[in-house]
Structure formats: structure tokens, C-alpha cells
């Protein structure tokens, strides 16, 4: 038995129409095969009606959905890590037929070799699809800015340097009158980012109301609304990691391990997790080591180990402030301590060192602004 009253171990390959599953009995023998929708629906018809067993899955654009529904049939369910799983990766033979009888022998035999994760909520998951929605029009925004500074270039002018917010107005003061039909679209499109974006920000604001936790967090400098929620929200429940360490591991914020006999090289880190949720900490942690970071420990520890370094010495220090900013955030979220940033220079009887930073700029508005440039 995999389990008590458990008997069956399902594999399942979820592809984007259609999913093939394989079905291994107690004895480890093939009892079935068969291919259903990728659906909701479709996935509550199928298993509601199984006895309860042991479903393997693999981490994708479907599996948030399908481990609650599989879950809420009944089964236990395993979601397998896609950067450990190998065996389906690599292998010489991969078809969804032999991919979904993989999962359920490496599931049946130990789940552990699956490095199993678990999957968000279904409301933290709607909510953190504004910030990936908002991430999305960023980006987008930013690439068309480039395009059309580059297309000016082309013809040997250039556009002024200004905010992304203001660039299309700017812009169009510039543009030379041969260019209007073929980037004047472009500030067009500009334009409309510029506003949907501002929406976006508008419901970031509203849900860090929703989630009190990130006005907590907002205390640590360099952390802004669009930090915090995502932090909030990647992580869902602070209580699932035992030390505050593991975060640092579980946003890919630590070096690889690649130890063999004497050899134990330095690695780049391993780049796992969230990838949106790794750049905004490296983003503050860049804004900590900058020119308007306030004083604190973090700063200061920061400041000391890019100085030891050598040519990559500051963006060594940016990713290390950036994990032991992952660390603080949720030791402060978990114990609800409230931040102290020189609570260490304090114990050490240390002063407050005005050579370490500036003080913070000050904002012209004094509503609250996701586009100012810092904190994020």
C-alpha cells in the first residue's frame, strides 16, 4: 500500500487539451490507461468517482488547479518539482505514455524523489495574478519605450531622457513629423499601458489592505507595496518554513552545491522559485546598497562585503542583501516583531554612521504613489 487506504498510484501527464494518466495497482502493475480533458470539470467527473489514491502530478500552467481539484476528490496528492524530476526530462523515449507511468513509479516508490511542493491557494493565486498582470504591461511598456527611442536613433536624433510614466507626452514634443506614422502608434500604445498600469497600482494598494501583514513588512526601507504583497503572497503562510533561513533557498537566493572529494567550487545561485518574486528582492536590495538606502544593519553588512570583494564584489553584496532581506522579512512577518533597522549596530553599542547613507528623497505628492522610483 502506498498509504493507509490507499491502494492505486495515478500518474498524470497534464498537457494543455488533453491528460494521460496511468494507473500502477499496489503491486506495482499497470491496471489502466486512459486520456481525459484538461478541465475542472472534466478532472471532478473522472476521479470523484475512484477510490481514494496516491496522485502524482507534475508543477505547470494546469497544476495549481488540478492538485486542488484531485485533492478535493479525495486523493492525495503530489505535486512533483519539474527541476528535479529527470528521469521525464531526459529521457530518450518521452511521450505523454510514458511520462505519466514515470510520475507514478517514482511516486509509488518514495515521494521524496519528487522534491514535492506545495501549491497556493486559490485567492492568494487570484490575487497574485495582478501582480503578474501589472509585471506583464511593465514589461511591455519598457519594450516599446526602447523600440521607439531606437527607431529615433535610426535616423540620428534621440528622444530625451525622462520617466516611463511621462515618456509618450515628452515624446511626442520631439518626435521628428517623417517618424509620426510609424512611432506615433507606439506612444499610442504607450499611453494606454501608462493608464492600465495606474489601475493596477491602485489595486495593488487595495490589496495590501486586504493582506495586513504587508504594512508590517513596509516598515523595512526598500520595501514598498508591490514587495510586500508579492512576498505575502508567494509565501501564503509564514508557518510553512520551520527557520526563516529557508526562504532564502526557496526564492533560489543561494549558490548551487557541486561538492566532490577536496573540490568545492563557487557557484552562481540556483535561481529556483518565484522569478518575479527574485528580481523585486534583488530590485531592494540594490535600492538598500544605493545612494538614498537608509542606514541600517542590513546596509551596513551590505556595504562591508561589497568592499571585500573584488570586481563582482557589489553584485555579490546585492544578491546577499537580497537573501538576507527574504530572511528578515519573513522572520518579522512570522514573529511579528517590529523592525529595528540598527537593532544589531545597538547591541554592539555602535553609532549611527551618517557617511552610510543619505536621507531618503522626499516625495513631492503626499498621496502614495506606486510610481515613484523607490522603494517598490
Not at 87 to 93: A, D, E, F, M, Q
Not at 309 to 326: I, M, Q
Request: hydrophobic share 35%; net charge positive.
Amino acid at each position: 500500500m502506498n498509504g493507509i487506504g490507499l491502494t492505486d498510484t495515478l500518474g498524470i501527464d497534464l498537457g494543455d487539451k488533453f491528460s494521460y494518466v496511468c494507473v500502477l495497482s499496489a503491486g506495482g502493475k499497470v491496471s489502466g490507461r486512459f486520456k481525459l480533458r484538461t478541465t475542472p470539470q472534466a478532472f471532478r467527473t473522472r476521479f470523484s468517482s475512484r477510490p481514494p489514491s496516491r496522485a502524482v502530478i507534475e508543477t505547470g500552467t494546469h497544476s495549481p488547479w488540478a492538485s486542488r481539484v484531485l485533492e478535493e476528490c479525495g486523493h492525495e496528492t503530489i505535486v512533483a518539482n519539474a527541476r528535479r524530476v529527470s528521469l521525464i526530462s531526459k529521457n530518450t523515449k518521452k511521450t505523454d505514455r510514458e511520462d505519466c507511468e514515470l510520475l507514478a513509479r517514482l511516486g509509488r516508490a518514495d515521494p521524496v524523489l519528487l522534491a514535492p511542493i506545495r501549491h497556493r491557494g486559490k485567492e492568494a493565486q487570484c490575487d497574485l495574478t495582478v501582480m503578474r498582470a501589472r509585471s506583464s504591461a511593465v514589461r511591455a511598456r519598457t519594450q516599446l519605450v526602447n523600440a521607439a527611442r531606437g527607431l529615433v536613433k535610426s535616423i540620428g536624433m534621440r528622444l530625451s531622457g525622462c520617466s516611463t510614466a511621462t515618456f509618450a507626452k515628452q515624446a511626442r514634443k520631439q518626435l521628428p513629423e517623417e517618424l509620426a506614422p510609424s512611432v506615433g502608434p507606439l506612444l499610442d500604445l504607450i499611453e494606454t499601458l501608462t493608464v492600465t498600469i495606474k489601475a493596477f497600482d491602485k489595486q495593488v494598494l487595495q490589496l495590501c489592505e486586504k493582506h495586513p501583514a504587508t504594512q508590517h513588512l513596509q516598515r523595512v526601507a526598500g520595501v514598498g507595496p508591490i514587495v510586500s504583497l508579492a512576498f505575502v503572497l508567494t509565501i501564503e503562510d509564514p508557518h510553512r518554513f520551520k527557520r526563516s533561513r529557508q526562504v532564502g533557498a526557496y526564492f533560489g537566493l543561494v549558490p548551487r552545491l557541486d561538492e566532490s572529494g577536496q573540490s568545492k567550487p563557487q557557484l552562481r545561485i540556483t535561481k529556483a522559485g518565484d522569478v518575479d518574486m527574485r528580481a523585486l528582492l534583488v530590485t531592494s536590495a540594490q535600492y538598500v546598497l544605493g545612494p538614498w538606502g537608509e542606514d541600517s544593519d542590513l546596509r551596513r553588512w551590505g556595504l562591508e562585503l561589497a568592499e571585500r570583494g573584488a570586481k563582482t564584489g557589489k553584485k555579490r553584496a546585492v544578491v546577499a542583501v537580497a537573501r538576507r532581506l527574504a530572511v528578515l522579512l519573513h522572520h518579522l512577518w512570522k514573529t511579528g516583531e517590529v523592525y529595528d533597522p540598527l537593532h544589531l549596530a545597538g547591541q554592539r553599542g555602535e553609532a549611527e554612521d551618517p557617511t552610510k547613507a543619505r536621507p531618503p528623497r522626499q516625495r513631492k505628492s503626499k498621496t502614495k504613489s506606486l510610481q515613484d522610483p523607490v522603494p517598490v
